[in-house]
């Protein structure tokens, strides 16, 4: 490293950030526990040399660190759970120095270090759980923003506070980040949140939806429409548009990604931060791995920052214990010695080489043995020939047999197939199997050759995304049945490797095929007569022939028998494996119905025929069982909640008051002497201090439950927006959130059902 040091705290994970909060130099921010942020760098001690006083809890505290220079300590007072800085508004309007702001479980401050004073602090009762800043596509005339991603809901803040970006999204929040996707030269929002799907913003309307199998725990824009992810189960990845170029798995967690162009190429490299310590940058169209460090404890946070002024970024890499280390980019024609500087073990390589030289030696015996045991064959059929044939002109027909065993042996001994032996795969629905009905995944060979083993790799199906199915010798066959239980409403490739080979073989082919599980296989045809007739629905004008929409069941669904749109009407019935939920598909020349109770499942089918047809907006009426009370319920319970947090709030203000008092009134009583008093306070004092914990619980848990109570309310805007496309989609969550904001039960209630107020 050319830099290192160590912060006086330990760091919170994903709460690092950079900026120049004098204007001019780099500054580390890092949030530590207790509700503190450090700030490290030449630009720490501005504020406290300018005089300012903040209107918030936030007063410098200088701290003399070893090793370490301009170390500031702020207080926040309540626990940081998200960090970032940047210039909000126009650059040529607003002031030169970055802002720093910090999330809490509550609220969003805008700090300006400078002049140690708030910018705008804002109540967030939705949480904040990322902030991202920078300029988001087409929003004209408000600058650079600050991103604010919550419970189930997405806010943009101006240098002045004024909200002027709000959107939601299927689950929290728990990442963001802006990226060129479309390739327009604007950003585009990337949300990454705990229903698995990373889900792609321009302005208000979502362009692009990617599911994946975990929580997205960090994103990152490397160079235009590319861009990093990094999963809860290990997964890091990177995506072109909606197309990923890579994955790997590790055991350990990643938590941070951060490009940088570490051997001066002019292409960033991934940088990659885990839980266990260990740093490696990866090229990012290959994933091949180009450095590598480790730290004594889990990585915190990765940034660039120029510390020594002289205009080049160190890669900054800081550590939970607070250890600070900083890399220099490596010139190009050192660029081939990256790894070997970086102290990889060499042993680690060249086990690795000799485990290749392993497998290779082992795969040209086996392609030895085989030769071996077709040169027996074809010598054994050549001796036997003559014979046979002279036995056959004399009216014998003994010999066949003798040729058939011989060709037998050397079958049982040899791991050879016929040339022409395929691998062919089918899904199906079952819905008679046991325990539960599932899809049908069959594997079959062209001939009597035997499976002996299938391993599917497919995200999402599978504990560990895969499954090896290895029936016992004495049921081995030319075919293979393994059950799929898909619980979502997506469609998931399945990569198949089967071992097949002669019965009794002890080495085996392996052949590696492909099959795409429909997006919504989770649900199974059924007669309509045996069908359950939905309550709820959704319908919508669609100038489409029915020809495509039948193209679009039969593509998205697991049928029996295709769908034909030449016969009039439309009429599918389906039924949910998982759930048991039926689903009603009709259409006629110029109208759709999706029959469904699932106001969800509803929105997701939507979203795929208008994505599959290619419609840029799409209005809609919808009608669901129960959702005017649950409405009404939802409203009335955080109505009842805000109520109570503002009276718990007032309460827990006046009880500080009167500590503050008990305190002075007990040490007077002690320069008295007067300890009859001096113990009354404290006994008071007690007794107050007491209330004042058991008024706390009560608010984080009114908090918890305002909390989930409006996850529940952004979810319903959220749904009721996905049965709409383009405008009519951004046109309904804009006015449920205005319904919102006026308390309007009825308006809000008409919006989800009509689309408009």
């Not at 292409?267 to 004594?296: H, M, Y």
């Not at 199915?469 to 490739?493: E, F, N, Q």
């Not at 002075?664 to 404290?682: S, W």
């Amino acid at each position: 490293p050319s830099y290192q040091t160590r912060l006086p705290q330990k760091v919170i994970p994903r709460c690092v950030t950079v900026g120049r909060f004098d204007g001019r130099s780099d500054t580390l921010a890092c949030a530590a526990p207790a509700g503190r942020i450090m700030l490290l760098g030449p630009g720490a001690g501005a504020g406290a040399k300018s005089g300012g006083s903040s209107s918030r809890v936030l007063r410098p505290e200088p701290v003399a660190a070893a090793g370490a220079a301009d170390v500031m300590l702020l207080n926040m007072g309540q626990a940081v759970t998200a960090l970032a800085a940047g210039r909000l508004g126009e650059p040529a309007t607003s002031p030169m120095q970055d802002l720093l702001l910090v999330g809490s479980a509550g609220s969003c401050l805008a700090y300006d270090v400078l002049n140690n004073a708030d910018a705008f602090f804002r109540d967030a009762p939705d949480g904040v759980s990322a902030i991202v800043v920078g300029r988001l596509g087409r929003q004209s005339g408000v600058g650079q923003l600050a991103l604010v991603g919550g419970n189930c809901s997405l806010t943009g803040y101006d240098r002045s506070g004024n909200d002027v970006f709000w959107s939601v999204t299927g689950d929290n929040v728990s990442s963001l980040s802006l990226c060129d996707f479309l390739g327009s030269g604007g950003n585009e929002l990337l949300v990454g949140s705990e229903d698995y799907e990373i889900r792609v913003f321009q302005d208000d309307e979502i362009v692009q939806e990617i599911t994946e199998t975990e929580v997205v725990s960090c994103l990152c824009a490397i160079q235009g429409p590319m861009f990093a992810y990094g999963l809860a189960n290990g997964t890091v990845g990177v995506y072109e548009r909606s197309t990923r170029l890579w994955r790997i798995k590790s055991k350990n967690t990643p938590v941070a990604v951060f490009a940088f162009d570490l051997d001066s190429d002019g292409v960033p490299e991934l940088i990659t931060g885990w839980s266990n310590g260990k740093i490696d940058a990866r090229n990012c169209r290959t994933g091949e791995v180009v450095f590598k460090d480790q730290f004594p404890s889990s990585v915190a946070g990765i940034v660039a920052a120029d510390f020594r002024k002289d205009g080049t970024k160190l890669l900054t890499i800081v550590s939970v214990d607070g250890e600070v280390r900083s890399f220099d980019p490596v010139p190009t024609h050192l660029r081939a010695t990256l790894l070997e500087t970086t102290g990889v073990d060499s042993a680690s390589s060249v086990h690795s080489l000799m485990q290749t030289r392993q497998n290779l030696q082992l795969e040209l015996h086996n392609y030895e043995e085989n030769a071996k045991a077709q040169l027996q064959q074809q010598r054994q059929q050549t001796r036997t020939a003559a014979p046979a044939a002279a036995e056959k002109l004399a009216g014998s027909s003994g010999g066949g047999g003798g040729i058939s065993g011989l060709s037998g042996a050397a079958s049982d001994t040899a791991s050879a197939i016929p040339a022409n032996t395929q691998v062919q795969t089918s899904l199906s629905v079952d819905l008679a199997h046991k325990p539960a009905p599932c899809v049908c995944l069959r594997v079959a060979t062209t001939n009597s050759t035997a499976i002996r083993a299938v391993i599917v790799f497919a995200e999402g199906i599978f504990d560990g995304e895969s499954h090896v199915t290895h029936p016992p010798a004495s049921r081995l066959g030319a075919s293979l049945d393994i059950p799929l239980y898909p619980s979502k409403c997506a469609s998931v490739d399945l990569h198949l490797k089967c071992l097949v080979g002669p019965r009794g073989a002890a080495q085996f082919h392996v052949f590696e095929t492909t099959r795409s599980l429909p997006r919504f296989a989770v649900f199974a045809p059924v007669a309509p007569e045996a069908a359950a007739q939905p309550a709820g629905f959704v319908c919508f004008r669609l100038q489409e022939r029915l020809q495509r929409v039948a193209m679009w069941i039969n593509a998205n669904f697991l049928l029996a028998q295709e769908v034909d749109g030449n016969g009039g009407p439309l009429d599918c019935r389906f039924v949910s494996m998982a759930t048991g939920e039926a689903l009603r598909l009709w259409a006629e020349s110029d109208k759709m119905v999706i029959g469904t109770d699932n106001m969800e499942l509803a929105g997701e089918l939507v979203t795929a025929l208008a994505g599959y047809l290619g419609l840029e907006d799409l209005a809609s009426e919808a009608e669901f069982p129960g959702l005017a009370d649950s409405l009404k319920s939802l409203v009335d319970r955080i109505s009842e909640f805000e109520a109570q947090r503002q009276r718990l709030s007032g309460d827990m203000a006046d009880s500080s008051n009167l500590v503050r008092g008990l305190v002075v009134r007990a040490e007077d009583a002690r320069l008295l002497g007067d300890f009859v008093n001096f113990k009354k306070a404290y006994k008071d004092l007690r007794d107050l201090n007491r209330d004042l914990a058991s008024s706390y619980s009560m608010r984080a848990a009114n908090q918890q439950a305002l909390s989930e109570s409006l996850k529940a309310l952004n979810q319903i805007i959220q749904r009721a927006g996905r049965l709409r496309a383009g405008r009519f989609k951004t046109q309904a969550v804009n006015d449920c959130r205005a319904a919102v904001k006026a308390s309007n039960l009825g308006a809000l209630h008409k919006i989800i059902r009509s689309g408009s107020a």
